[in-house]
């Protein structure tokens, strides 16, 4: 009889491992200091790319953009969808993912043709378009773009403001090549507008520019890729309607719509033209109307549109006008449309803002105006 318990007592044992194994919080430590590729918060949900190459995916899943062959339900915890992965774009509605071997995968909403598949419907998993030999991708909202190996732009979706720099207004329904544009090494996509940077560090900006957001001095839109504000430029981030540039000095620079506290130091609610913010910074990130920047020194400085707490100043529904210091030992971070995630250099992951749609992958769906460690990883 005490063997058959201590058989017993044994298998409990093992269920009881079993489930503790299998929880997040338990998935996040068993591997201590967990690293990652790349971080991605577009829109209202989160992306996460490990050490290995897998994608998680979590948060709003109204059109199945998570991957895991379910839509209309918010998913809670990061859901493994993908393997082999190099970089994660978020669109607002949609989620592409580019492979180590160069091929695209697309998958949520598929209204305007923005999945690039030829179809309009929903996609609820990982799907591949046929690119081959990409070494970038960068999804709008409802558009997208794709930088090839030999510095060809490939592009897709909306395109009722010309953000995909094809000469006209009709919608891509599946890639096409960027005529007489070559030699690109960087590219992103805002709302209705494009920027891309060429291997001599000049701009090229196409689509929309009711806010300025070409940076040319007007409120013209260009159908096509016309010549950039600035020189000498290593990345490029854009929201919803306004741009932030960094040079290879350090220096940031952003121009575009300001009504929500986007542009420091500019007191007109748009602007042209470039204007200087600060510099010493290696990363910068952009979400909707809010908007981050790195330090050498490894300090996360956070601004503009704040209604939710996504500038993490430990309020919300105030607008941040100058750069604040939120965050210390930082290694990389992404702005969504109104939360903000970020990881230290001891692999602790950070969440702050917008939680509706457990984006934060925190269970309880406020805003949380401060960062909190999202126990999951």
Known sequence: ???????????????????????????????????????????????????????????????GQVGNRSYRKDWAWPEKVLNGVQQVSNGFYSTVALKRDGTVYTWGRGSHYRLGNGKDGIIDFPKSIGLKDIVQIAAGDDHCLALDVQGHIFVWGRNQKGQLGIGNTNNGKKPQQLKN???????????????????????????????????????????????????????????????????????????????????????????????????????????????????????????????????????TGNITTQPYPVLSDVVDFACGYAHTIACTSDGILYGWGRNEHRQLALREQVDIPTPTQIKPF
């Open 1 to 63: 009889m005490r063997m058959i318990h201590k058989k017993i007592r044994y298998l409990i044992l093992c269920l009881v491992l079993f489930i503790f194994a299998c929880t997040p919080d338990a998935f996040a430590t068993q591997e201590g200091a967990r690293q990652y590729r790349q971080l991605e918060a577009a829109g209202n949900h989160t992306s996460i790319i490990d050490a290995g190459g897998s994608l998680y995916v979590w948060g709003n899943n109204e059109y």
């Open 181 to 315: 544009v070559e030699d690109v090494v960087y590219i992103a996509a805002g709302d209705y507008f494009s920027a891309a940077i060429l291997r001599d560090g000049s701009m090229l900006l196409w689509g929309d520019n009711y806010d300025g957001e070409l940076g040319d001095g007007t409120r013209t839109a260009s159908l096509v890729p016309i010549k950039g504000p600035l020189e000498n430029v290593a990345q490029i981030a854009v929201g919803d309607n306004y741009i932030a540039a960094l040079t290879k000095e350090g220096e940031l620079f952003m121009w575009g719509c300001n009504d929500q506290g986007q542009i420091p130091n500019c007191v007109e609610l748009q602007s042209c033209e470039p204007v200087f913010i600060m510099e010493n910074i290696v990363q910068i990130n952009t979400g909707d109307r809010h908007m981050g920047a790195l330090d050498a020194d490894g300090v996360l400085w956070m601004w503009g549109s704040n209604d939710h707490g996504q500038t993490g100043n430990g309020s």
